[in-house]
């Protein structure tokens, strides 16, 4: 248990040094831009529509299919 302790110890000070250097660098909260949002939207949207088609491919082909 001791171990145990001495680890979470470790552990919070690590957090708490790690926020404390944060906090120092200034209020740069890292805000993504407008950009970087639309591309991430178009890339899931088109990951939904592939996986959409291949949804409909195999429920309208299933019969043919197994013997795959």
Known sequence: MNHLTRAASAAVMWVRGRLEQGRA???DRGDISITTVIIW??????ALAI???IG???SKYNGLLNGI
Do not use: F
Request: net charge positive; hydrophobic share 55%; charged share 5%.
């Open 41 to 46: 939207v178009a890339a899931v949207g088109g």
């Open 25 to 27: 660098r200034g209020s």
């Open 51 to 53: 996986a959409g088609t």
């Open 56 to 58: 409909v491919i195999v």
